[in-house]
Nanobody
Framework: QARLVQSGGGLVQAGDSLRLSCEAS????????LGWFRQAPGKERVFVAA????????IYADSVRGRFTISRDNARRTMYLQMDSLKPEDTAIYYC????????????????????WGSGSQVTVSA
């Protein structure tokens, strides 16, 4: 059964950087869209960033564009989220997920299109 195993996260100060990783447990990694969502306490899970199967197209939420960078290494079956210039409002549990479909820009930003999720990584940014 396919699984996504997350690592990274932690407690940092505003302005610091963190990197999250998401590794797939099997070879069915390459054909899929991969994305990051986050959920703050008492709020819904929201889209952060996504990358297409080839790794040559990305989408970002307005709130993170220019500060976060999503990437993937298909040979290592691993996706990354580099988070720079972190702000207290970035505090949340971050989830990686896998989606499939032909229209990348449409499917990537909606959580219902994702069929497998990682277990989550806590990111806490202090002021």
């Amino acid at each position: 059964q396919a699984r996504l195993v997350q690592s990274g996260g932690g407690l940092v100060q505003a302005g610091d950087s963190l990197r999250l990783s998401c590794e797939a447990s099997e070879r069915t990694f390459n054909p899929y869209v991969l994305g990051w969502f986050r959920q703050a306490p008492g709020k819904e899970r929201v889209f952060v960033a996504a990358i297409n199967a080839r790794g040559d197209s990305t989408i970002y939420a307005d709130s993170v564009r220019g500060r976060f960078t999503i990437s993937r290494d298909n040979a290592r079956r691993t996706m990354y989220l580099q988070m720079d210039s972190l702000k207290p409002e970035d505090t949340a549990i971050y989830y990686c997920g896998r989606a499939s479909g032909a229209d990348f820009s449409r499917i990537a930003v909606t959580s219902v299109n994702y069929d497998i999720w990682g277990s989550g990584s806590q990111v806490t940014v202090s002021a």
